[in-house]
């Protein structure tokens, strides 16, 4: 039997104790004897459960690439249309690159990622192909999820709903759509054949919803109407949900509402350029909320990195969450939200869940949060592959 | 003649060059011979000129201090009452905690900072002496130009004026103001005072403007209009100014026109959770645009610290920014725009000019920007006065 204690660790920031991992698993706290365990000090570090990367795009990141000079026009299908050039004119290979983000991503504690792999009829599935071959080779760092992502549309492009489809028998794991009506120009169509493959293949869906206010509402309610139809609560994301930062308050109540009933969960990136979700409000609602970095320094921007403890600033700079107590609820979209949305078994601190750790320095757990230093310790399957902010050698 | 020459620099990202500086000020780039120089290698390295911080309250951080647990209210005013009163229970000493934060945004490479201090009737002008020690002891650091700032009103509490008089006669060198609608109950009241104490003491006006919507704009229509009568033009600043970023984008037009037209400036934190000036519009119409990091880890909230490139960053995700010319105009803001503002004479990195300087390790002027790392070099006056982000014990 393979023994970890950590000594002197603070769980969510409370009183120090001792945590006991007994192959990959939480086996306890506090002064149980563990004979022949490797013994490690906390230091009084805190300890969170590993932080979950709900949304991202780790098949067209840039890390450890030249810089790209940015000169896109503003337009959605400009910077789409773009990134299909420049996948050629750059050479983006979706497994070297995820594999970068892999690492760097379980460098900064993050033990879980849900990335959407792009899916269309010039790449086909090689992004699929190359997150898998990450998936694999990095296991032991962290958990990848893949999403079916027909990001330049799929009834616009004859070929891409055949395609979706040998991506997911490859072993994607979830559906993906976008903007019904913004990209495919035809809501129903779109989501007919997003649901279709859900239910054919027994998968999530997850659906990128950039569509603007009442235009986005609709399309909303297309989905949750799809969602209670073919009993799917629980199993179904809506992803940037713009169109809950719209000022009718009246029609934002109505949604959530539905979405609320539809068990349908929201992931946001906390955008400070756009309307955006408030989150306290669906967490009060009832509703999971996760959050995701999106695209990591790609042909779309410069500014996202992996770093789900940045994204937990940005959630609260973005909802003015100032107290302590709303400091820790953005964090906790940053780690139980994303758990829940990615239907993770045995996820959190409690003896019985795996060991999947984070250890933080810091004061308080707000403090921490806002001061994003280095990680202490990342865990994953009950193994310290991280330290001081660097994987380790033997890890990755 | 003391003299020093640093080697390899890329100026704004540009072509290797040495620059050679004597006695404070930039001299002369290329391969000028300098006898009895210091030499230091800039090892390719992006120069830019010093960062500027022009808007903080540097009097009531709390950093170095035991984490402050938040649980305040949202309204305005429960913030403005909750930090009088966490200013006598946690003991926030002005004097120590300016100094903690000169220091830490010196090693950030901030070389300029125009910094807001409270004066009220219960702590009097001590806030204002405490900077003013600040000021003085670490002015081989940064530069820090005080303004008298009426955080708790200035006609609903009386009194108060003749203090903010008392504060300007110590050294105070713009006079501040804030919401003459939202705090003071009378706009032209409030603006009357802070415009004649302007006039008596010649010098210039900062305007804390978070009143939203039409209520701001008619608050800055008030300002305009004196601005003008009074001849003022270029000396007057409106910060935060969220009725910029209303819906009625036809007032929006005429309000900005106005601010052009009046030469008064515009200062920004970026903030996600408001509505905001849209700077890249307003630089367009010639408006000079600053920012700043307002209160740093303080009772007001946890999030924000004096990085100004973290804070270019902001602005770059407040304003969907995303091209490399787009970057660039946010490291603008705060840089060339702060000096504006605060009209500083002989800035930037021109023949001549202040040997006020940062060097940052990095690929392209926006890489370095969006990576912010520690900085690799920060001059103030010709001298090194940080390395790799931590202060020379020397300097301090």
Redesign the interface.
């Known amino acids: 039997m393979n023994s970890l204690v950590i000594r002197n660790v603070r769980p969510m920031g409370g009183d120090p104790t001792s945590i006991i991992i007994r192959d990959g698993w939480i086996s306890g706290y506090g002064e149980e004897v563990s004979e022949g365990a490797e013994i490690l000090d906390g230091a009084g570090g805190i300890l969170i459960p590993g932080l979950v990367e709900a949304h991202t795009h780790m098949d067209k990141t840039l890390l450890g690439m030249?810089?790209y000079?940015?000169?896109?026009g503003p337009s959605l299908l400009a910077k789409i249309d773009n990134e299909r050039l420049q996948r050629r004119v750059l050479g983006i290979d979706p497994a070297r690159q995820s594999a970068r983000q892999a690492i760097l991503a379980a460098s900064l504690g993050t033990t879980h990622i849900r990335t959407h792999v792009d899916v269309d009829t010039e790449v086909g599935v090689a992004g699929i192909e190359g997150v898998l071959e990450t998936r694999e080779r990095h296991r032991d760092l962290v958990e990848i999820e893949l999403v079916a992502f027909p990001q330049s549309g799929m009834l616009i492009r004859p070929g891409t709903v055949d395609l979706m489809e040998k991506a997911l028998q490859l072993g994607a794991q979830v559906v993906g759509g976008l903007d019904p009506a913004g990209i495919d120009r035809d809501p129903k169509g779109h989501l007919d054949v997003v649901f279709d493959l859900a239910e054919r293949y027994g998968v999530p869906v997850d659906i990128h919803l950039h569509e603007p206010a009442e235009l986005g509402a609709f399309s909303m309610e297309l989905i949750t109407e799809r969602t209670k139809a073919l009993g799917l609560q629980g199993r179904v994301t809506i992803s940037h949900a713009f169109c809950l930062g719209m000022t009718d308050q009246d029609y934002v109540a109505a949604l959530i509402d539905a979405l609320a009933e539809t068990q349908i969960h929201v992931l946001t990136t906390?955008?400070?350029?756009?309307p955006a979700p408030a989150v306290k409000r669906l967490v009060e609602a009832g509703i999971v909320v996760a959050a995701g970095s999106d695209g990591v320094?790609d042909t779309?921007?410069?500014?996202n990195n992996p770093d789900m403890l940045e994204r937990a600033?940005?959630i609260?700079?973005?909802?003015?969450l100032?107290?302590?107590?709303e400091?820790a609820l953005a964090l906790d979209i940053c780690t139980f939200g994303g758990a829940r949305m990615l239907n993770l078994a045995d996820y959190g601190l409690e003896v019985g869940c795996k060991a999947d750790l984070v250890l933080l320095e810091g004061?308080?757990l707000?403090?921490a949060v806002?001061s994003r230093r280095p990680r202490k310790l990342v865990l994953k399957n009950g193994k310290v592959i991280a330290r001081n902010g660097a994987i380790m050698s033997a890890a990755a």
Not at 69 to 72: E, G, K, L, T, Y
Not at 322 to 325: G, S
């Open positions: 030249d810089w000079r940015n000169d896109v906390a955008p400070a350029s756009r320094r779309w921007g410069p500014y600033v940005l609260g700079l973005r909802n003015n100032r107290r302590d107590d400091v004061e308080t707000p403090e806002v």
